[in-house]
């Protein structure tokens, strides 16, 4: 199957920075979403994003689906951006979105 | 509001035990999906549900089981044949079927044996 790599595995912030968040892809893809999950468990959609750029805020996401990644960036980071950043891509299955996630990068940023 | 509800947040289990994690939509959404999480790692999708009394087996199928009666709702049995089902479990929903759709999650059920 599909293999979704995402790094660095692990980042620490302070409060303030700016970072990029990247995932890699093995194979052509229909779709990608980029989801943060909070230190409470939720998952919270960020970007449905099978190709091109969208922003929203202080984050945006690029997909180049023709190279196989899709960068997350993170602006002026806040306490609130800690948690876990996992990307998820969709292969064309023909019957249903079904969606292959990534390992996650955990992010934590420090005052 | 409109979301996917899951209970209980949390569930303990014995030995050798049935438990059954509910997930409520009320979003008319087609489509919902069950997965797993365990420590440090990415979800895995256990069961999909399409449509009304269809579902089909995910990637982790064995030792689980589910219906889908309603619309609204897709409840998963761990069952006892589950030899490790401490984990986390989140439960998704798309408008439609197939494929191109953003899925929505609900908050979770963290499942512990005793």
């Known amino acids: 199957g599909i293999q979704v790599e995402q790094s660095p595995p692990d980042l620490i912030l302070q409060e303030g920075a700016n970072s990029t968040l990247r995932c890699n892809f093995s194979?052509?893809?229909?779709?990608l979403q980029w989801f943060h999950q909070n230190p409470w468990g939720q998952l919270i959609n960020l970007f449905y994003i099978p190709s091109g750029t969208k922003q929203n805020g202080r984050l945006s996401a690029t997909t180049v689906a023709t190279e196989r990644y899709s960068l997350l960036y993170i602006s002026s980071s806040q306490t609130t951006d800690s948690g876990v950043y996992f990307c998820a891509v969709e292969q064309n299955t023909g019957t249903a979105s079904k969606l292959t996630f990534g390992t996650g990068t955990r992010l934590q940023v420090t005052l | 509001d409109g979301g996917i509800t899951q209970s209980p947040k949390y569930l303990f289990r014995k030995e050798g035990q049935n438990v059954t994690l509910s997930c409520e939509q009320n979003?008319?959404?087609?489509?919902m999906y069950w997965y797993r999480q365990d420590p440090g790692q990415g979800l895995r999708l256990i069961y999909y549900?399409?449509?009304?009394?269809?579902?089909q087996k995910g990637d982790i199928a064995e030792g689980y089981s589910v219906s889908r009666e309603k619309k609204e709702s897709f409840p998963l049995t761990v069952t006892s044949a589950q030899k490790n089902p401490t984990a986390f479990y989140l439960c998704?929903?798309?408008?439609?079927?197939?494929?191109?759709?953003?899925?929505?999650f609900g908050d979770g059920t963290r499942l512990s044996i005793l």
């Open positions: 549900s399409q449509i009304v009394n269809d579902f």
């Open positions: 194979d052509s893809v229909n779709n």
């Open positions: 998704a929903s798309t408008i439609t079927r197939g494929w191109g759709q953003p899925q929505h």
């Open positions: 979003l008319n959404h087609d489509a």
